[in-house]
């Protein structure tokens, strides 16, 4: 028994010295690795912005907890340990699909149309999204706006901005009107019913066409052949004939 005590003392001496050196040690040396969006000054001032940040077993459990501050932009550090007062904080951006202007501001979003920041100057290799319309939004939160495939379209053209290092400063988006679609119609000849097939739903046709009486309007999936013989002419756009082949081969 008298061994055993003996024992747990000199344990628990042990870790009483060694959080006693992690409390007094200081962190001297912090690196960043990844993230492209902010310096690493603007990186290390905002994760160690913390009165005692500095302080190695404060950090330390700060770090275990996921509680490491992020700017705006970084979706997440994990904090990595090279000495008893040297880290390393890893950087993972989010993705900026873009941005739109509103009330002399720029609101940057994500993929997803979340709500990121809002910025007084444009970020440099982010485009500005032109043409689209939203509701009232909130930081944090998703744009409100009619059409659900909004903002997957524009995170796939900012992919391939990116992919190809294209410098494009915005990205402009013309709603379909009726008047256009009159003009298409009367430049293809249709004087009886037509048939337009889409690749899928697109709320700006929709609108622009449903005060068409000559034309009718089907996606890639609802096609049939009663809608086919009923028309006097099909109308396909480029991507639905692609699926269409794909599809149908």
């Not at 870790?15 to 200081?26: C, E, N, R, W």
């Not at 028309?231 to 396909?236: S, T």
């Amino acid at each position: 028994m008298k061994h055993i005590k003996i024992i747990i003392g000199v344990i628990l001496g042990i870790l009483l010295i060694v959080s006693g050196t992690f409390f007094f040690l200081k962190i001297t040396q912090v690196k960043v690795e990844g993230g492209d969006i902010y310096s690493d000054q603007q990186i290390i001032a905002s994760a160690m912005s913390d009165k005692y940040a500095y302080h190695t077993l404060y950090f330390l459990a700060k770090s275990k907890l996921g509680h490491v501050d992020c700017l705006p932009f970084v979706q997440e550090i994990d904090v990595e340990w090279d000495s008893p007062t040297g880290i390393v904080l890893h950087v993972y951006d989010k993705t900026i699909s873009g941005c739109v202007k509103y009330m002399g501001q720029y609101i940057y979003f994500d993929k997803d149309g979340v709500v990121l920041q809002s910025l007084t100057e444009p970020m440099d290799g982010v485009p500005v999204v032109t043409g689209i319309k939203f509701g009232k939004f909130t930081m944090n939160e998703a744009f409100e706006v009619k059409d659900d495939t909004l903002f997957e379209t524009i995170m796939n053209l900012s992919r391939l901005i990116r992919h190809y290092k294209v410098k494009v400063d915005q990205i402009k988006f013309e709603e379909v009107k009726t008047k256009f679609a009159a003009k298409m119609l009367k430049d293809l000849s249709v004087e009886k019913r037509a048939l337009l097939v889409l690749p899928g739903r697109d709320e700006s046709v929709i609108r622009a066409t449903k005060n068409l009486p000559l034309l009718d309007d089907c996606y890639v999936n609802t096609l049939n052949v009663y809608d086919i013989l009923r028309a006097n002419k099909l109308i396909v756009t480029r991507e639905a004939m692609e699926n269409i082949q794909e599809v149908y081969a």
